[in-house]
């Protein structure tokens, strides 16, 4: 099982309403970067735990095991290749089709605040095997109501 995993928005949050100040965060693993500390360090161990092999599927590319692998205390991870590509098919997300395509026949989830139903029939069509496109709301990142979509999906499984 993968789980393939954004980074702005799901772990990053941003977009919140006037007057909300996000929460900062530290860890053992200092950064540079002042978005991070908006990243839950607790989020690694709870992805973690889902038990799927976790694959950044990003535009940090390698920067996300550099930078936010440590921060949530996780191993360096897979990171999807973006392929150059002009343009998608209309409504289509630019990650969709790369993403079946890097997990062949294994299921997976996606986790990402840009999803839409669009993505979601063009993955049932194409896809041969159980997917979860799970879309999180960028303003917040993940929440326990996102862990508890996963298990839940999880737990349905043969």
């Known amino acids: 099982m993968l789980l393939f995993?954004?980074?702005?928005?799901?772990?990053?949050?941003?977009?919140a309403p006037e007057g909300h100040a996000y929460p900062v965060y530290e860890t053992d693993h200092p950064s540079s970067n002042p978005l991070l500390t908006r990243i839950d360090p607790a989020l690694g161990p709870r992805l973690a735990a889902l038990g799927c092999r976790l694959v950044w599927a990003t535009t940090w590319m390698d920067d996300a095991n550099t930078t936010v692998a440590p921060w949530l205390g996780l191993p360096p991870l897979p990171v999807v290749r973006?392929?150059?590509e002009d343009e998608p098919p209309a409504l289509l997300h630019w990650k969709t089709r790369p993403l079946v395509e890097w997990a062949g026949e294994r299921p997976f989830i996606w986790i990402d605040d840009e999803i839409t139903e669009a993505d979601r029939a063009w993955v049932a069509t194409h896809h041969p095997g159980p997917a979860l496109l799970h879309r999180v709301a960028h303003?917040?990142?993940l929440t326990d109501a996102d862990f508890r979509a996963m298990e839940t999906w999880l737990a349905g499984l043969p």
């Open 139 to 141: 303003e917040f990142g």
């Open 5 to 15: 995993l954004d980074i702005d928005g799901p772990l990053i949050p941003f977009g």
């Open 82 to 84: 973006w392929p150059d």
